[in-house]
């Protein structure tokens, strides 16, 4: 068999690969996102961004585990308005790779939404992802948009009438049905999901006798993940149609292999850039080429909701 092609098709964008940069990861400085691109990230998330710069928590803020990283950064960005210079000067060094630029958006109130979406336009990146679901700062923003079907509705609501880029809505484990969230974003209109988010956790210094981060809990992330991301992308593939960045645990082209053949299109990957550096993406895409040659997948198409029943 020839060798099996990446290449792939996403809300009309032509990516090379599918794998995705996922958001806060690395931040939004356009010369890492460049070099993530350079390294074979197909697609990029930029770190969430909201209405007014934030500081986000005191240290301790991340913590690596045995099996994965535990985070509670709390959004630290710059705010919407001085975030545009940054997006748009990624979105110029991507768009001479020929790698689109997911601008990640969240805010503490709902009517906010609205105006970070425009504000963030401005930038004119690919796409808006819209982060309803981080676990780390309900203590000053109450509970997650992400955690009913009518919130979730509602975030995408104000989205939509808000901007014409297209919009994904990014979703969180620890709900009862995601599918009845992922069917109430597209809606209302979201032309995509994003799944999943950190999943809320804590970790306990027993000398200490306190949890290791300052915020006490975090979100998990890492090969734990995967399984819980597996599951709810599979869930959400069952109940929509709109294609869904598969992200959460990934760290090997069978874990990408594993995350499409549960319905995803594109494949974030997050915390294994942390551990091993940019070089991850094109060594993940060795191994999906592999592992499609090896099983008789000529291209992604193939694999895609394979597991599906
Ligand atoms: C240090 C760190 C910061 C993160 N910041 C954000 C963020 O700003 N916005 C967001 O939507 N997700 C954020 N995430 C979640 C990731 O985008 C991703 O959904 C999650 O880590 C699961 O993927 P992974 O297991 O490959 O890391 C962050 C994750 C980590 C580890």
Redesign the pocket.
């Known amino acids: 068999m020839l060798t099996p092609e990446l290449n792939c098709s996403f809300l009309g964008m032509n990516l090379t690969n599918p794998l995705v940069l996922?958001?806060?990861?690395l931040g939004t400085s356009p010369s890492l996102m460049e070099r993530m691109a350079l390294s074979g990230a197909a697609a990029i998330?930029s770190?969430?961004c909201g209405p007014e710069a934030r500081a986000g928590h005191p240290n301790p803020v991340?913590v690596a585990w045995d099996c994965?990283?535990l985070?509670a950064?709390g959004?630290t960005?710059p705010g919407a308005r001085a975030e545009v210079p940054l997006l748009r000067e990624t979105k110029q060094r991507l768009a001479a790779l020929g790698v689109p630029l997911f601008a990640?958006i969240?805010a503490p109130r709902l009517e906010d939404y609205g105006e970070v979406a425009r504000i963030i336009a401005e930038a004119e990146p690919d796409l808006i992802?819209v982060?309803i679901?981080?676990p780390n700062v309900a203590s000053e923003f109450g509970t997650p948009f992400s955690a009913s079907a009518e919130s979730a509705a509602a975030v995408t609501r104000t989205v939509r009438k808000a901007v014409n880029l297209p919009i994904s809505i990014?979703l969180a484990p620890n709900v009862p049905e995601i599918s009845l969230i992922a069917q109430a974003v597209v809606e209302e209109g979201a032309d995509a999901i994003?799944a999943?988010?950190?999943m809320p956790a804590m970790l306990i210094d027993a000398t200490a006798a306190k949890p290791v981060l300052s915020n006490r809990t975090g979100?998990l992330?890492?090969?734990a993940?995967?399984p819980i991301?597996l599951r709810c992308v599979y869930e959400i593939a069952q109940a929509v149609s709109v294609p869904i960045i598969g992200?959460?645990?990934?760290?090997s082209g069978i874990d990408a292999a594993e995350m499409l053949m549960a319905g995803a299109t594109l494949v974030?990957?997050?915390?294994?850039v942390?551990n091993d550096g940019p070089s991850v993406f094109s060594r993940i895409c060795t191994e999906l080429a592999t592992f499609m040659k090896d099983n008789g997948y000529a291209q992604l198409g193939d694999v895609r909701g394979k597991a599906l029943t």
């Open positions: 996922a958001s806060g990861i998330t770190k969430s991340t994965g990283v985070n950064i959004l960005n990640s969240f992802e982060n679901s981080c990014k994003t999943i988010n950190t979100g992330s890492g090969p993940l995967k991301a992200t959460g645990g990934l760290s974030g990957i997050g915390s294994v942390i």
